[in-house]
């Protein structure tokens, strides 16, 4: 932004983008494709394709069918710049429908068993086959908490000490401790939930949510510890210098100094490592198990959680118990978009905290 004198007056001028599409081009963008599907959508219905794939190329070959009934009209290198944009632009819209037809399928049939006792009541007096206004998963979704809290509490001192290792500290062993958060992020949750049944439940000799919220804890480290070292690279050296000219040693720059520099994006780091690991089911069954009932201590037995509600649910195998399943996959979901929601809100709040400090 600048300010220039007019006549006379000082004036300011704002920063354009001269390769920005304006909004009218938007909505008629929009409109254009909006309409392009709708009619896919009957060109599918009217032939033997009546089904996704049959949609997606139909919207493709329309897509370019409108390319070449307007290449006459455009040069060379326009034409070329159309057709990459119009195949670039459906093959988005087809990585979008996807998604979209679960959060569609997943809100329609959910929204059955919703009433305003499903979320504080459990399954204690009902059975899974009885009406739908009797019974809930307030049970599965406090233990969910639960189990996800000691995820939390476990993994987050360790993601940002692990981060904060191999980011300031960056002593001999950042490469092994960079391979083995890598590595974590690729077990699969089934090994992970063997492991603490090997370990925890074994020990214990019974299945209880601090097992739960141990084997989530083994998920959730990788997302935490590599989203934690690249929010703190973020943070500009010089407010690292200025710490050190202040005769700070190297631990009380990157606690006192570093650190709440971060604040917002390390939130964000375990945020984002809870959406990861709320939907896990296999690392549950083989810890925490089920329950019908409300509980509150974590080493007291058994605890369910909303994916073994779900499990449980799904494999009783009726009308009214898939209905439930289907309402707790609807509540799950909403728990993941509001953790994720959130995290972009203090990763928005994040960045702008580290531009400011660079342009500073």
Same mark, same amino acid.
């Given at each position: 932004?600048?300010?220039?004198?007019?006549?006379?007056?000082?004036?300011?001028?704002?920063?354009?983008?001269?390769?920005?599409?304006?909004?009218?081009?938007?909505? /008629?963008? %929009?409109?254009?494709?909006?309409? @392009?599907? &709708?009619?896919? %959508?009957?060109?599918?219905?009217?032939?033997?394709?009546?089904?996704?794939?049959?949609?997606?190329?139909? %919207?493709?070959?329309?897509?370019?069918?409108? &390319?070449?009934?307007?290449?006459?009209?455009?040069?060379?290198?326009?034409?070329?710049?159309?057709?990459?944009?119009?195949?670039?632009?459906?093959?988005?819209?087809?990585?979008?429908?996807?998604?979209?037809?679960?959060?569609?399928?997943?809100?329609?049939? $959910?929204?059955?068993?919703?009433?305003?006792?499903? %979320?504080?009541?459990?399954?204690?007096?009902?059975?899974?086959?009885?009406?739908?206004?009797? $019974?809930?998963? =307030?049970?599965?979704?406090?233990?969910?908490?639960?189990?996800?809290?000691?995820?939390?509490?476990?993994?987050?001192?360790?993601?940002?000490?692990?981060?904060?290792?191999?980011?300031?500290?960056? =002593?001999?062993?950042?490469?092994? &401790?960079? @391979?083995?958060?890598?590595?974590?992020?690729?077990?699969?949750?089934?090994?992970?939930?063997?492991?603490?049944?090997?370990?925890?439940?074994?020990?214990?000799?019974?299945?209880?949510?601090?097992?739960?919220?141990?084997?989530?804890?083994?998920?959730?480290?990788?997302?935490?510890?590599?989203?934690?070292?690249?929010?703190?690279?973020?943070?500009?050296?010089?407010?690292?210098?200025?710490?050190?000219?202040?005769?700070?040693?190297?631990?009380?720059?990157?606690?006192?100094?570093?650190?709440?520099?971060?604040?917002?994006?390390?939130?964000?780091?375990?945020?984002?490592?809870?959406?990861?690991?709320?939907?896990?089911?296999?690392?549950?069954?083989?810890?925490? /198990?089920?329950?019908?009932?409300? &509980?509150?201590?974590?080493?007291?037995?058994?605890?369910?959680?909303?994916?073994?509600?779900? @499990?449980?649910?799904?494999?009783?195998?009726?009308?009214?118990?898939?209905?439930?399943?289907?309402?707790?996959?609807?509540?799950?979901?909403?728990?993941?978009?509001?953790?994720?929601?959130?995290?972009?809100?203090?990763?928005?709040?994040?960045?702008?905290?580290?531009?400011?400090?660079?342009?500073?």
């Amino acid at each position: 932004m600048s300010t220039v004198a007019n006549a006379g007056q000082l004036t300011t001028a704002e920063p354009r983008r001269p390769w920005a599409v304006s909004r009218s081009k938007r909505l /008629l963008g %929009f409109g254009r494709m909006l309409t @392009f599907a &709708v009619a896919a %959508f009957v060109a599918t219905i009217l032939t033997p394709l009546a089904n996704f794939d049959g949609w997606a190329v139909a %919207f493709l070959l329309i897509n370019l069918a409108w &390319v070449i009934g307007i290449a006459s009209k455009l040069g060379a290198k326009e034409r070329r710049d159309a057709v990459l944009r119009v195949v670039i632009t459906s093959l988005a819209v087809l990585a979008f429908v996807p998604w979209l037809s679960i959060l569609v399928t997943v809100i329609l049939k $959910g929204y059955r068993a919703v009433y305003p006792g499903y %979320f504080i009541s459990d399954m204690r007096t009902s059975t899974p086959d009885d009406e739908l206004n009797i $019974g809930g998963a =307030g049970h599965a979704i406090v233990g969910s908490l639960i189990m996800v809290a000691i995820a939390t509490v476990v993994t987050l001192p360790l993601g940002i000490l692990t981060g904060i290792y191999l980011t300031e500290v960056r =002593g001999r062993l950042t490469f092994l &401790v960079r @391979f083995i958060v890598q590595s974590m992020a690729g077990v699969p949750s089934v090994v992970a939930g063997l492991f603490i049944f090997a370990t925890v439940v074994k020990s214990m000799g019974q299945y209880s949510g601090l097992a739960g919220g141990l084997a989530l804890a083994v998920l959730m480290l990788p997302t935490v510890s590599r989203t934690a070292e690249e929010v703190l690279k973020l943070v500009p050296d010089d407010i690292r210098s200025a710490g050190y000219a202040l005769g700070a040693r190297q631990w009380r720059t990157a606690l006192l100094v570093v650190l709440p520099t971060v604040r917002a994006g390390l939130s964000t780091a375990a945020i984002l490592g809870v959406a990861r690991v709320i939907g896990e089911t296999a690392p549950l069954l083989l810890t925490s /198990l089920n329950t019908n009932g409300f &509980v509150w201590n974590p080493i007291g037995g058994t605890v369910a959680s909303l994916p073994t509600y779900i @499990f449980a649910m799904f494999m009783y195998g009726t009308e009214y118990s898939n209905a439930r399943a289907w309402t707790g996959s609807l509540v799950l979901l909403a728990l993941v978009f509001f953790f994720f929601i959130i995290a972009r809100r203090l990763g928005n709040k994040s960045a702008l905290k580290a531009n400011a400090n660079r342009r500073k």
